[in-house]
């Protein structure tokens, strides 16, 4: 008899459960049972090896991490997950995110099973007794070892975006199958350190006792030497697992009854890392990743008028949960008939990020050199904020500096102007502090500038020449910072600010 597909899915784990050849396996619930069959053991020697990827979404961010059991281990909720797939979770991918992916692995043993057999009396058993106690499969091999990762994910939100952006990481030498070198390494940072697009990184090793993780632009070195570094702490990094309806000697009349669990299998795992029920289970868990996103960004700026966003939040939940509970389903009642549920929220599309934009008046003059504020929607989905505000002056203003913040911490802050004049008071920006006001004198050059926040701090600098002019930020907007002109002095200067609107939903692809 052909093998079942879903019988030879692999799956890798990274510090997950101390397995041995001929345990029981639960596919679907994804935990280790009890022995229910026994063989041989053949010994394999080590190996190892680094690969570079550039992935599309969860799924293929999973398989670049060598992880090739069901997410819905993880996305169901239904059984403690190993480090992989926490680590997967953490990094909030979405259908439309790319990845950079650094993978090491070395593996110093290897074990297979060879001619299984039945220990178990399978007669007059009930099939839903035998998968309690048994699983509905037995490990077939198990590699122990260590892993290096390191993971960039790129938070594009439609598939043209997703595009451009792998094409211009491959125009910077970036892309799947790309040696690991030192060019690689200054290709990375070059295209984190110049990209406007948000982005986050994180990292993990396996099989080191109290590793020192390497800084973002030594990782890639660091991967390369990860296979010659001694694991003194090393853990199952992948084992596969065959289901006993291929155990020769296994009882012809509960082969015949364990059908139905061959069945169930399917219809939960499928014979992919997202087959079966898990599909619609990982498209939804990668909606509420782009809704947590979004959250985040209205969080920033005290946007709290998407009530849209908030429904379609609850509704992705509830299918998460209806899904979850066929899983538990399962793992009451093995041997029942399950029916697809119905999911809703599969057909409103993905939310994306949605505001309107726009500038002051730009007071001032023509001269000097134009110092510019980034693209308004990379500034929001980068979270970026204002931090502080410095003026230098004396009759007129002789420089801005601005400081900003995002995501990641503090950015360089930016002086536009000369050296003359004096400091004025530093305007400094805590969380949710936002420009509110800003009153200028101007002529060819800013003569008076005063900046005001929403909880009454200011500062000012700067003579009574020029013409006076006030602004307040329009209702529902906030302000994102300033651009203008300046050379010796500050000769001109604009607000930049955007208004956030309820998230518009884009057909899923």
Same mark, same amino acid.
């Given at each position: $008899?052909?093998?079942?597909?879903?019988?030879?899915?692999?799956?890798?784990?990274?510090?997950?459960?101390?397995?041995?050849?001929?345990?029981?396996?639960?596919?679907?619930?994804? /935990?280790? +049972?009890?022995?229910?069959?026994?063989?041989?053991?053949?010994?394999?020697?080590?190996?190892?090896?680094?690969?570079?990827?550039?992935?599309?979404?969860? %799924? *293929?961010?999973?398989?670049?991490?060598?992880?090739?059991?069901?997410?819905? %281990?993880?996305?169901?909720?239904?059984?403690?997950?190993?480090?992989? $797939?926490?680590?997967?979770?953490?990094?909030?991918?979405?259908?439309?995110?790319?990845?950079?992916?650094?993978?090491?692995?070395? #593996?110093?043993?290897?074990? /297979? !099973?060879?001619?299984?057999? $039945?220990?178990?009396?399978?007669?007059?058993?009930?099939?839903?007794?035998?998968?309690?106690?048994?699983?509905?499969?037995?490990?077939?091999?198990?590699?122990?070892?260590? *892993?290096?990762?390191?993971?960039?994910?790129?938070?594009?939100?439609?598939?043209?975006?997703?595009?451009?952006?792998?094409?211009?990481?491959?125009?910077?030498?970036?892309?799947?199958?790309?040696?690991?070198?030192?060019?690689? *390494?200054?290709?990375?940072?070059?295209?984190?350190?110049?990209?406007?697009?948000?982005?986050?990184?994180?990292?993990?090793?396996?099989?080191?006792?109290?590793?020192?993780?390497?800084?973002?632009?030594?990782?890639?070195?660091?991967?390369?030497?990860?296979?010659?570094?001694?694991?003194? !702490?090393?853990?199952?990094?992948?084992?596969?697992?065959?289901?006993? *309806?291929?155990?020769?000697?296994?009882?012809?009349?509960?082969?015949?009854?364990? !059908?139905?669990?061959?069945?169930?299998?399917?219809?939960?795992?499928?014979?992919?890392?997202?087959?079966?029920?898990?599909?619609?289970?990982?498209?939804? !868990?990668?909606?509420?990743?782009?809704?947590?996103?979004? #959250?985040?960004?209205?969080?920033?700026?005290?946007?709290?008028?998407?009530?849209?966003? @908030?429904?379609?939040?609850?509704?992705?939940?509830?299918?998460?949960?209806?899904?979850?509970?066929?899983? %538990?389903?399962?793992?009451?009642?093995?041997?029942?008939?399950?029916?697809?549920?119905?999911?809703?929220?599969?057909?409103?599309?993905?939310?994306?990020?949605?505001?309107?934009?726009?500038?002051?008046?730009?007071?001032?003059?023509?001269?000097?050199?134009?110092?510019?504020?980034?693209?308004?929607?990379?500034?929001?989905?980068?979270?970026?904020?204002?931090?502080?505000?410095?003026?230098?002056?004396?009759?007129?203003?002789?420089?801005?500096?601005?400081?900003? +913040?995002? $995501?990641?911490?503090?950015?360089?802050?930016?002086?536009?102007?000369?050296?003359?004049?004096?400091?004025?008071?530093?305007?400094?920006?805590?969380?949710? #502090?936002? %420009?509110?006001?800003?009153?200028? @004198?101007?002529? +060819? +050059?800013?003569?008076?500038?005063?900046?005001?926040?929403?909880?009454?701090?200011?500062?000012?600098?700067?003579?009574?020449?020029?013409?006076?002019?006030?602004?307040?930020?329009?209702?529902?907007?906030?302000?994102?910072?300033?651009?203008?002109?300046?050379?010796?002095?500050?000769?001109?200067?604009?607000?930049?600010?955007?208004?956030?609107?309820?998230?518009?939903?884009?057909?899923?692809?």
């Amino acid at each position: $008899m052909e093998k079942d597909a879903v019988s030879d899915t692999a799956q890798p784990l990274a510090a997950g459960p101390v397995a041995s050849l001929f345990d029981g396996y639960d596919k679907i619930g994804g /935990s280790l +049972r009890s022995s229910a069959t026994s063989g041989e053991t053949k010994t394999g020697g080590a190996s190892s090896k680094v690969n570079v990827s550039v992935t599309e979404g969860v %799924v *293929e961010l999973s398989q670049a991490l060598q992880i090739d059991q069901s997410l819905s %281990v993880d996305y169901a909720g239904i059984a403690k997950v190993d480090q992989k $797939m926490q680590f997967v979770r953490k990094q909030k991918a979405t259908s439309t995110s790319i990845n950079i992916v650094v993978y090491a692995r070395h #593996e110093n043993a290897s074990r /297979s !099973a060879r001619n299984p057999k $039945m220990t178990v009396d399978t007669q007059d058993m009930k099939v839903a007794d035998f998968v309690d106690a048994y699983g509905d499969s037995y490990i077939e091999s198990v590699d122990e070892g260590g *892993e290096y990762y390191a993971v960039y994910t790129f938070f594009t939100e439609t598939k043209s975006e997703q595009t451009a952006l792998k094409a211009s990481l491959k125009a910077s030498g970036i892309y799947s199958g790309v040696s690991a070198s030192g060019s690689l *390494e200054i290709a990375i940072d070059n295209f984190v350190k110049t990209t406007n697009t948000a982005w986050t990184f994180d990292q993990e090793i396996s099989g080191i006792q109290n590793p020192v993780l390497p800084t973002r632009d030594t990782m890639v070195d660091f991967a390369i030497k990860f296979p010659s570094i001694p694991l003194d !702490a090393p853990v199952v990094i992948g084992m596969t697992t065959t289901g006993y *309806e291929h155990v020769p000697d296994l009882d012809p009349e509960f082969k015949e009854k364990f !059908a139905i669990i061959i069945k169930n299998r399917r219809y939960f795992v499928g014979s992919r890392i997202d087959g079966g029920l898990t599909e619609p289970l990982v498209k939804i !868990a990668s909606l509420q990743n782009s809704v947590a996103v979004l #959250e985040e960004i209205y969080g920033t700026y005290g946007y709290d008028g998407d009530t849209g966003l @908030r429904e379609f939040r609850d509704l992705l939940e509830e299918n998460r949960k209806a899904i979850s509970a066929q899983f %538990v389903a399962y793992e009451d009642d093995p041997v029942q008939d399950f029916t697809p549920p119905d999911l809703p929220s599969l057909d409103k599309g993905t939310p994306v990020l949605t505001f309107d934009k726009g500038t002051s008046a730009l007071w001032g003059g023509g001269g000097g050199g134009p110092f510019d504020f980034p693209p308004i929607q990379e500034s929001l989905r980068n979270r970026q904020t204002l931090r502080v505000i410095r003026l230098r002056s004396g009759s007129e203003i002789d420089a801005i500096t601005l400081g900003y +913040r995002d $995501m990641h911490g503090d950015l360089a802050a930016q002086k536009h102007g000369g050296g003359g004049g004096s400091d004025q008071n530093a305007l400094s920006f805590d969380p949710g #502090e936002f %420009v509110t006001q800003v009153d200028v @004198r101007s002529g +060819r +050059r800013i003569d008076n500038l005063k900046i005001t926040t929403n909880r009454g701090a200011s500062t000012q600098g700067g003579g009574g020449g020029g013409g006076p002019h006030t602004w307040s930020v329009p209702d529902g907007a906030v302000v994102l910072g300033f651009q203008g002109r300046s050379g010796a002095r500050l000769d001109a200067i604009q607000v930049v600010y955007a208004a956030l609107k309820p998230a518009e939903f884009r057909p899923n692809s």
